[in-house]
């Protein structure tokens, strides 16, 4: 199972971006995909979910701005971020986890992880 990240960039406060993740070498629907961020000097934090029936779980921080979402057909995952604030600013990761679990909020309950795509927040 492989996965691709994309759609990280440099955004002023308040703007909105859209990172997607392609799956590859399995079915989207087969995994729980989650996504991470990573900013410099801290651990990896969980900020989203989407589990296989489709249900979406947020951080707090996150919630109210941020929307998980998937194509089935793309096998792609989108996480539309919205009111971007500068803490927002990290290395945004995904991740799949087996089916066995609903809503996984540990790294280590994932199995295949993607490349990261930086997202810059300017004040």
């Known amino acids: 199972v492989q996965l691709q990240a994309s759609g990280g960039g440099l955004v002023q406060s308040g703007g909105s971006l859209r990172l997607s993740c392609t799956v590859s070498?399995?079915?989207?629907?087969?995994?729980?995909i989650g996504w991470f961020r990573q900013a410099p000097g801290k651990e990896r934090e969980w900020v989203s979910c989407?589990?296989?029936?489709?249900?979406?779980y947020y951080v707090d921080s996150v919630r109210g701005r941020f929307a998980n979402s998937r194509d089935i057909a793309k096998n792609t995952v989108y996480l539309q971020m919205n009111s971007l604030k500068p803490e927002d600013t990290a290395v945004y990761y995904c991740?799949?986890?087996?089916?066995?679990?609903?809503?996984?909020?540990?790294?280590?309950?994932?199995?295949?992880w993607g490349q990261g795509t930086l997202v810059t927040v300017s004040s």
């Open positions: 989407i589990s296989t029936d489709g249900f979406t």
């Open positions: 991740a799949a986890a087996s089916s066995e679990w609903h809503a996984p909020l540990e790294t280590t309950m994932y199995d295949y």
């Open positions: 070498g399995s079915s989207l629907v087969a995994h729980v």
